[in-house]
């Protein structure tokens, strides 16, 4: 018996060095972080169609672009600011980016407008407006704010003051080549694969994107008061297509960023 017994140490040795080889080869391989933000939630339902809330369609939205990442790019890992119909106060959206040390914040939003004829996808990234239009879909998303008890002094924001914009825009990102060339592939697929009218790319006052460290962009995928886009939004066919764009802008950046 004692023959036999006395191999083992050895033969355990062997096999907690293949053991911790093992781990290590199959170890998560991921080198590139992106934080998907499904706008609003919870209480704060966003802006609203006659058929379609904001808030459950920039979460569909989100859901089916993080699955794409998943499914196709083994190498991503993706964050979601939120999953489900909760509400996620402006500055941890952006501090959950800022945690998991993401190389690209994407934030997810529908628009509104007073004029029902207008539609089209626009994307946003952070800097001064350039015309009234841009400003008033910032004070919009930044109302947000105002649903959270203390926002007076956690963010010394007014989302609808013109002053806090004003100090806003001294601030310059480091990340803000990255972030429109990003935003400028979105609008390419909107255009092109998509057939969405294409809106731009835009700069405004966005809390959301304001003191993220990486490159950041907001997309307004659709107006949920123009009656046709609204009722194409809301479908699940829809919201794939819309989706899948987002993806192929993403996988393009992504490789386009590791490569150099």
Known sequence: ???????????????????????FTTKNTTNFTVVIDAGHGGKDPGCLGSKAKEKDVALAVALKVGGYIKENLKDVKVVYTRSTDVFVELDERTA?????????FISIHCNSAKNKNVLGAETYTIGMHKTDGNLTVAMRENAVILEEKNHKEKYKFDPYSIISYIKMSNFQSANQTKSIDFATKVQRQFEKRVNRQNRGVKQSGFLVLWKT????????IGFLTNLKEQNYLKTDNGQSYIASGIYRAFKEYKNEVLAK
């Open 96 to 104: 959950i980016a800022n945690r998991n040390k993401a190389d690209l």
């Open 1 to 23: 018996m004692n023959k036999f017994l006395k191999p083992l140490p050895y033969l355990f040795c062997i096999a907690l060095l293949g053991l911790m080889f093992f781990s």
């Open 213 to 220: 460290t990486m490159p950041a962009a907001l997309i307004e």
